[in-house]
């Protein structure tokens, strides 16, 4: 009987109600909390996880009471599809069956792309200027060779790149050139210019991120998508009188 009535909680769509309910508490007094605790202004700074672990609960509570609710969540979306496809398996319109299901996954794929990120994700910036060395890694580094910035006759700039060396162990193991709208990427670490200075002397502001979910971002987001495209067409076409 516990099983069962288990199950019967998993499977409700009022859970689901009930969980974002909670969802949207824990962000309201998240969205009050953040401002007063300087803390937060490191938070992308390390992996989200790692930097909750080193803040005290008192800041954090809600940031924990949402991975919680989200967890809970993902199990209840779970199920609930399960459940679908074996009460409906009959259907013979199966796109219509599992287009809602697909829908599910994608939102389970981003779920899984946002803890992948929580737990090996961070983003920092570092300004540097020509032959400045910036840590990657325990034994990486990253030398900005050059920075070459082209202006026109009214001192207006028109055009940069930015040479990148990076290195392991002090030897150089590749190089690499930042254009607009073109980062580089070393060993799961995207550079990125944010902003280029060529006077009083030549200085950039890069941007150093890593997030090990971006794929399943992109997979989740692409299966959200064509699930409710597929649905909504599904439906239209089943709308008597169309």
């Not at 009022?14 to 974002?20: G, I, S, Y």
């Not at 309201?28 to 953040?34: D, E, L, N, P, R």
């Given at each position: ?38 803390a937060f202004e490191s938070i ?199």
């Open positions: 009987m516990k099983a069962e009535r288990l199950i019967r909680f998993l499977v409700s769509t009022k859970t689901t109600v009930w969980l974002l309910c909670l969802l949207l508490a824990a962000f309201f007094a998240g969205a009050f909390i953040m401002p007063s605790e300087k992308h700074a390390v992996p989200l996880l790692e930097w909750m672990k080193e803040q005290p609960l008192r800041g954090t509570w809600w940031l924990w009471a949402s991975i919680a609710v989200v967890c809970a969540l993902a199990v209840n979306t779970l199920f609930c599809s399960v459940d679908s496809v074996i009460r409906k398996r009959k259907v013979t319109q199966w796109l219509l069956l599992i287009s809602p299901q697909i829908i599910h996954l994608g939102f389970l794929f981003m779920l899984l792309a946002h803890l992948l990120s929580a737990m090996g994700g961070f983003k920092t910036y570092e300004v540097g200027a020509e032959g400045t060395v910036l840590g990657l890694s325990d034994t990486g580094e990253l030398h900005i060779k050059t920075i070459n910035i082209s202006v026109d006759r009214f001192g207006y700039m028109t055009d940069w790149a930015v040479d990148l060396e990076y290195l392991s162990n002090g030897r150089k193991v590749r190089e690499g050139r930042i254009l607009p709208n073109s980062p580089v990427f070393q060993d799961g670490i995207g550079v990125y210019v944010r902003d280029i200075r060529a006077f009083p002397e030549k200085l950039v502001l890069l941007e150093l991120s890593r997030e090990p979910g971006a794929f399943w971002a992109f997979i989740g987001g692409i299966l959200f998508m064509a699930g409710t495209i597929t649905l909504l067409m599904l439906k239209m076409k089943l709308e008597p009188g169309e």
